[in-house]
């Protein structure tokens, strides 16, 4: 039984940092592709950040580039992400999310019907 649980979320004021971590169990971890999502009240689920299986390639949205860091310790079977600089429009429920559908690939997919299993969320607030 494949469970990822997300920790970390809160509430920051503008220019803060927070760092989400995803602690993953019942699947072969390092062989996945592994990704960040949020969604916001009222809208879609959106793509955040993205890492590939053995954490050489990252993805980012461009509304968080530069400001947000994913990451990952295959050996903890846990991916994190960093952020920084947060703005109110970051606020969200933080999901997290595998891609269990290709094992070691070098796709990674930025939409979240590609995922197969999700976290329950986190929520991130920034106040202004």
């Known amino acids: 039984q494949v469970q990822l649980v997300e920790s970390g979320g809160g509430l920051v004021q503008v220019g803060g940092s927070l760092r989400l971590s995803c602690a993953a169990s019942?699947?072969?971890?390092?062989?996945?592709?592994m990704g960040w999502f949020r969604q916001a009240p009222g809208k879609e689920r959106e793509f955040v950040a993205i890492?590939?299986?053995?954490?050489?390639?990252?993805l980012y949205a461009d509304s968080v580039k530069g400001r947000f860091t994913i990451s990952r310790d295959n050996a903890k079977n846990a991916v994190y992400l960093q952020m920084n600089s947060l703005k109110p429009e970051d606020t969200a429920v933080y999901h997290c999310?595998?891609?269990?559908?290709?094992?070691?690939?070098?796709?990674?997919?930025?939409?979240?019907?590609?995922?197969?299993?999700w976290g329950q969320g986190t929520q991130v607030t920034v106040s202004s």
């Open positions: 999310a595998a891609d269990v559908r290709r094992q070691r690939t070098i796709v990674l997919a930025t939409t979240p019907g590609m995922y197969d299993y």
């Open positions: 019942g699947l072969t971890f390092s062989s996945y592709t």
């Open positions: 890492i590939s299986w053995g954490g050489a390639r990252t």
